[in-house]
């Protein structure tokens, strides 16, 4: 199969992808899958390729800033042979034609090691913080993937960046449809290092890996001298395999390989091949959080077009409508909630050993976030990295939209301030930003047959989103825009909820401005500031906006210390000597998006 393998300057920065005949694509940082967004010197659309036989014809384009080379010389309109390579930046592309070949049966091993879950989960990392930082790009691969081959691209990678000693990584399937057959197959494969031979993966372990359902090792030679001679390829002396496990990946495996010769510190045998435990129980664990994920997927598919997005209030009340027609997009007035989990990074260095029982309380934070869009009849519009995002007023008219956003993010809140108060919580350990903002939106149903999620589009979820953001630069656990503000003080009684006004900003990368204000509880709530002290806060507010930055300080000594709201207007004072700067408008430029 003719491949183009793409290597950046880290070992991160990679990509194999196959090539088809006569179709031409494009080559740059910003070209779906064929991006290369890791190099700034590459434009985003650089040059054109197109396989021809195998001959791979490459023209470089208009568009593109920086030169293209080939051994050494600079060349616009080029043909490559397999084998060869060329370079833009500090990326090399080459272009291989090599073969995945699994053989009827293969060699039996000298020795083979079967890993259960218990065992592997006595094994501690000793470079824990490079798995974890492998590991903390499982959500962009996930997310970013957007179809199945490009998945099997991204986890291959992530593998042969996460485990340092291995030659070769593939992700295989094994046809189930009949008993006899037993077709093995290679999904994605990539390799290390380019030695232009064939990959032969071994099909008896990939066999044996499934029929046990657990991690399996093969090892052919002890990479010793005087040891046993036989080695399954130049490139292979050891290889373990473990499954994919549930419906969503029945009869894939994950299939890794390297040799023991020439890598620092591998001195195992066959007698004792624990020194790629650890190896082991990382790929395991990127298997089971893979099928966790695609079941996820799968199972949201299988569900009703409502049953995955709606509240059951919701649900009941559309029960007589044509789901085609209520999921139709169109315009509405929205509420849009943004709700983002902190703490991720700490806590996950701490529980290093226990990566599984991370993701649990993570999906437990999560699971706060989406219990309260529901409770409150929202709608679960989506899932950014660690954030979920719901909204109001859509697909039914919801004229306490605001009131119902405003109650879900004070319920989240207070969910999690108590469990930071109570020791051994699984969610003490996190915290959260919230931000609401309502308007003008279209809502409704976007995808295709197979794949179909309901969300919302428009200014005022980017403004959502902002908020949530600016939460960090803020210190306050839930910001809300102008038009959110003003229907709280109309709507919900102090007994429920109550605002302040924080300031005005200028988000960064914008011209305009946008007031902020603070959702808070009841008065009377443990910590909470009175009503008098908002009062104060929002008379420093005018006269620091007036620029009265003498008078706006008295008034903020008047707030609690414990408010970490206010340190946002005196830290700014302090950074300006008190004065404002020359055609102080009353508005803060803020450096970050948070």
């Known amino acids: 199969m003719p491949d183009l393998i793409a290597q950046g300057a880290k070992p991160q920065e990679r990509w194999r992808r196959a090539l088809h005949s006569g179709e031409a694509v494009v080559l ?12 700034e010197r590459i434009s985003r659309r650089h040059c054109e390729l197109k396989l021809s036989g195998e001959r791979l014809e490459v023209r470089r384009l208009d568009t593109a800033r920086n030169p293209i080379f080939v051994s050494g010389r600079e060349q616009a309109d080029f043909v490559v042979q397999p084998g060869d390579h060329f370079v833009i930046g500090e990326t090399t592309f080459t272009f291989v034609v090599e073969k995945a070949r699994v053989g009827r049966e293969g060699p039996a091993p000298l020795e083979e090691q079967t890993f259960s879950a218990q065992y592997l989960q006595r094994v501690r990392y000793r470079n824990a913080d490079q798995r974890l930082e492998v590991l903390s790009r499982m959500p962009e691969i996930i997310s970013g993937a957007t179809n199945d081959a490009e998945l099997f691209v991204r986890l291959v990678n992530l593998l042969l960046s996460g485990i340092p000693r291995a030659n070769v990584v593939a992700l295989t399937t094994v046809d189930q449809s009949t008993d006899t057959a037993q077709q093995v197959n290679v999904l994605h494969w990539d390799r290390r290092l380019h030695t232009g031979g064939d990959f032969q993966p071994s099909r008896r372990l990939i066999l044996e890996t499934l029929r046990r359902g657990q991690s399996v090792l093969h090892v052919w030679s002890t990479g010793t001298p005087g040891g046993a001679s036989f080695t399954l390829s130049e490139e292979s002396d050891w290889a373990f395999c473990t499954p994919l496990m549930g419906e969503a990946c029945r009869g894939w495996a994950l ?26 129980k990382f790929t395991e664990l990127v298997a089971a959080l893979v099928a966790a994920l695609r079941q996820t997927e799968q199972l949201r598919k299988r569900q009703a077009a409502l049953s995955g997005f709606f509240a059951p209030a919701v649900l009941g009340a559309m029960q007589s409508a044509d789901p085609e027609l209520v999921l139709m997009p169109r315009e509405a007035d929205v509420c849009v909630m943004f709700c983002d989990l902190r703490g991720f990074t700490r806590t996950a260095q701490r529980n290093a050993d226990d990566l599984l029982g ?19 009849g929202g709608v679960l519009g989506d899932f950014h990295g ?42 003490a350990d996190f915290r959260m930003g919230i931000g609401l903002a309502s308007g003008r939106a279209v809502a409704g149903r ?20 902002r908020l949530e953001g600016m939460t960090k630069l803020v210190q306050a656990p839930i910001l809300i825009d102008q038009a959110t503000a003003a229907a709280v003080r109309k709507r919900i009684p102090a007994t429920t909820a109550r605002v302040r006004t924080v300031a005005r900003v200028r988000p960064y990368g914008t011209e305009g401005h946008v007031e902020i204000s603070e959702l808070l509880p009841p008065a009377g709530e443990p910590g909470q500031l009175s009503d008098d002290q908002i009062r104060q806060y929002e008379e420093a507010v005018e006269q620091f906006t007036s620029g009265q930055w003498s008078e706006a300080l008295e008034s903020l000594h008047a707030v609690p210390a414990r408010d970490r709201v206010k340190d946002f207007l005196t830290v700014f004072i302090a950074q300006h000597g008190r004065t404002p700067p020359a055609g102080w408008d009353g508005v803060i430029p803020l450096s970050s998006k948070g």
Request: with cysteine; glycine share 10%.
């Open 358 to 376: 991370l993701l649990e309380r993570v999906s437990r934070a999560l699971g706060v976030m989406t219990h309260q869009i529901l409770e409150q």
């Open 446 to 465: 976007i995808g295709t047959v197979d794949q179909v999620k309901v969300t919302v589009f428009g200014p005022v979820v980017n403004l959502a989103s």
């Open 28 to 39: 740059g940082r910003d070209s779906g899958s064929w991006s290369v967004p890791w190099d």
């Open 255 to 280: 299939y890794v390989s390297g040799r023991y010769h020439g890598h620092a510190g591998m001195t195992a045998t066959p007698s004792d091949p624990t020194d790629l435990r650890e190896d082991v």
């Open 386 to 427: 660690d954030a979920a995002m719901g909204f109001w007023g859509w697909p039914l008219v919801q004229e306490d939209a605001v009131d119902r956003a405003c109650r879900a993010a004070l319920a989240v809140r207070k969910e999690f301030e108590v469990a930071s108060h109570t020791p051994g919580h699984p969610l």
